[in-house]
């Protein structure tokens, strides 16, 4: 009795997480008749909403730049937060105290306060409306919150395996590399897919910077879909965000299995 | 020590980076044809079809000019500009409406477009519009579209009741209660109107009574709150709990909310913007009979102009191509056509000609046009503080009382208390 209560909680829960994506099917597969007149399920379904939003806007385009600049992102950030999470966790100085303080700070600037200074500077170094420039912004923006992740994954390693490797001859670099990233790898995936999620769905930063129709990342292409005075194309909207997350499913897919935990069973023999 | 000399050489290599990165404008003015960013809103397919079409039109009629498309969105067009303007790349051409570029212009971010359109465009488009869009004097930018707020009939309902369809060039606010009390049913009222955001369908329809609301422009404007100004929320709160013949949650929810339930026949009336016609031509079911009831009176049909508009920033190396563009954009069949694709009025008279023309002034369009005589510029529009007053102030303020928890002396206190707090006494 206690077991069918269980999955029907879990039913549940799943059917609440997956509600949205539901509702996106299904008014994405609505006619305009039907898309007023509420309910989820679609009564005469239709594809034509996924023709018009690939049809207005450059959907295939704006994913490529979505995608380019997301994984360039999560590739930099874990290049530039794996040493210093590192650093920050194992070594005790004063700076570690203002390190992780500036961490938390930089986290509640609000991003409008931060923009305008960002695009003078990007624009100083011809940065602005180029896909580089964006991925840097998106990565100065991810690196904070990446850092405070990795910071505890780290700290979860005991050090006895660090210092077997230092016994047997390795320097710093390579016990950064040999030992604590291989055993890191649940929280380096965690944690790329964190960046990963923050730059694919970033809708400001590239509002300001990215001009030019050919470098638009795909939240700018969806908000095309709403109007002035509160008009939504919901049908087309529905069918280009439902698009839309179909890189970042496959994403999370392909490395969701690296989410393991436990590889650090038996590593350390009490 | 290795790692110390590799961080040195790091940081030496990306300052001597920074030192020598070019700095300046991003385009070589000096070779080629000019090129002029415009970035255009426009929303519906069809108007988006006719932008690229204009843009086309003038590619091929200028070589030496040529026009960048790029299309933006209304949703943050406002934080873009900011961010654009102080960073000296916004787009050539602007499109936004002139409630938003007020603050711009009066930040001197606009370039004067007085001396650069012709007579025929000043003279095809109403006084009450052109001021909509001056600025301290000056031009600011070219009125191209806009909206009104109309009411919607289901006419099968409205004959049901009894109620004489009205034929007149304006129908009043009396009349409008009237024929809501005469459509309310025990299972349905007879208005709905989506009001979630009331300042500004309160402020533009109250000029119909004469309340302006504000003197004085910029800085030193001042707040008066008085009969006329309470005219509007007084009459719309009558409806909704005096007669019953409003239905209060429909105050509550966006107009396209409101649209929905009314198409399922749930309201006999309707009040929204008049560009809701597209919605109810695209999605009214069969045999579902609707029409534009004349403009809403007061002691005038008044209403206020808040026009789309097409500006240039002040720092454009190309003023005056981008202007030459400008009126290129507001010939009579360009406009038209972008107000067809929009479901919105044309600022000019001889586009609205070409729109009536085109559409035989079906699907609601025959009122429509005929409402644009009474869009005129309102004070609130040229007042500096009135984004704050609207959204810390009047907004809350309205809702509590259109929700029944306030009566209009605590409304018209709140308000007026509200001014002298945001505008510092």
Known sequence: MKRPLQYLALACYVAFLGFPLLWLLGTAMKGPDELTTGGVVPLSPTFENFGDAVGRADLITAATNSLVVALGTTALVLVLALPSAYALARYRTRLKIAANAWVLVSQVFPVILVALPLFLILRQFRLVDSLVGLTLVHAVYALPFALWMLQGYIAAIPRDVEEAGVVDGAGRLRVLVSIVAPLLAPGLVATAMFTMISSWNEFFFALVLIQDPAKVTLPLTLARFVGAEGQVQLGALAAGALLATVPSLLFFAAIQRRLTSGLLSGAVKG | MHLRRLGLAAAAVLLAGCATAPVGPDVDESAGPITLRFQSLAFQEPSVAATERIVAAWNAEHPDVQVQLAQGSWDAVHDQLV?????????????????????????????????????????????????????????????????????????????????????????????????????????????????????????????????????????????????????????????????????????????????TAFLAGRYAMVVAGSYVAQQLAEAAPPGFAWRVLPALAGTSPNQAANPQTLSVPADSPHVEQAAEFIEFVMRAENLAALAQGEWLIPASEPARNAVHAATGGRDGWEATLDGAQYLTTAPFQGVADYPQWKDQIATPALQRYLGNQTDLPTLQRELTEGWAQVAGG
């Open chain 2, 83 to 259: 961010t654009q303007f102080q960073g000296g790349t916004a787009p050539d051409v602007i499109h936004d409406e002139s409630a938003d570029i007020a603050g711009f212009a009066r930040q001197g971010y606009l370039a004067d477009l007085g001396p650069h359109l012709s007579e025929d465009t000043r003279s095809g488009v109403p006084q009450g519009v052109w001021e909509a869009v001056t600025v301290d004097g000056t031009v600011v930018a070219a009125p191209t579209l806009l909206q009104s707020y109309v009411v919607f009939a289901n006419t099968t309902v409205l004959e049901q009741a009894g109620v004489t369809i009205p034929t007149s060039p304006t129908w009043t606010w009396d009349e409008l209660a009237d024929a809501a009390r005469r459509t309310t049913t025990p299972d349905r009222p007879g208005l709905g109107w989506g009001m979630r955001q009331p300042t500004a369908t309160v402020m533009s329809l109250g000029l119909g009574f004469g309340g302006t609301f504000f003197t004085g422009g910029g800085d030193a404007a001042t707040l008066q709150v008085g009969d006329a100004e309470l005219q509007v929320p007084r009459r719309i709160h009558d409806m909704a709990y005096a007669d019953r013949s409003l239905d209060p949650t429909s105050l509550t929810q966006s107009g396209s909310d409101v649209i």
